[in-house]
T-cell receptor, first 114, second 110 residues
């Protein structure tokens, strides 16, 4: 199993550009989520999904869209990149809800917005 | 007030030392509690869950005090390989979400 994979590993964008961060898992996990990690802020939840076709907002959803058309994939779209979105983005998945156990994280995408 | 608060450190300790990290959380409805470990520029990985009765995994012991809304992690006989950032994590939103502390950095030295 590859686990949770994220692409790209690094990305530089200009203000106003849009892009999609890809996340895929091969563990048949129902729950998937996106976090951003900034210095001194810890990981903050952007969006999450409890199953295909179901998504919900986390703590910092503004400027980001998600969809969950399959169990395996959970892409994160930046609609119009801003310098404030410079961060490290982690995707995670788990077999059940977070209350019940371990989250498996991808290796992260390091995004810089100029 | 942050939902989950940790001392950021760094804690610099010699090899073989015992070190303890503390964490407080503000949401009394939180139901599950975890410690994650994050190495520099890597993804977080689960270290251990934290149970009300306390639990141990080798050199690591976790404690939970629901009345005080306080979680702790004790590391005995520290190894160089324990150097990392330790993240305190609690569930919120009825168990649908995780809230992370900012992490405590540990540096174990020769």
């Amino acid at each position: 199993n590859a686990g949770v994979t994220q692409t790209p590993k690094f990305q530089v964008l200009k203000t106003g550009q849009s892009m999609t961060l890809q996340c895929a898992q091969d563990m048949n996990h129902e729950y998937m989520s996106w976090y951003r990690q900034d210095p001194g802020m810890g990981l903050r939840l952007i969006h999450y999904s409890v199953g295909a076709g179901i998504t919900d907002q986390g703590e910092v959803p503004n400027g980001y869209n998600v969809s969950r058309s399959t169990t395996e994939d959970f892409p994160l779209r930046l609609l119009s990149a801003a310098p404030s979105q410079t961060s490290v983005y982690f995707c995670a998945s788990s077999d059940g809800l977070p209350i019940s156990g371990e989250q498996f994280f991808g290796p992260g995408t390091r995004l810089t917005v100029l | 007030r942050k939902e989950v608060e940790q001392d950021p450190g760094p804690f610099n300790v010699p090899e073989g030392a015992t070190v303890a990290f503390n964490c407080t959380y503000s949401n009394s409805a939180s139901q599950s509690f975890f410690w994650y470990r994050q190495d520099c520029r890597k993804e977080p990985k689960l270290l251990m869950s934290v149970y009300s009765s306390g639990n141990e995994d080798g050199r690591f012991t976790a404690q939970l005090n629901r009345a005080s809304q306080y979680i702790s992690l004790l590391i005995r006989d520290s190894k160089l390989s324990d150097s990392a950032t330790y993240l305190c994590v609690v569930t919120t939103g009825g168990g649908n979400k995780l809230t992370f502390g900012t992490g405590t950095q540990l540096k174990v030295e020769l």
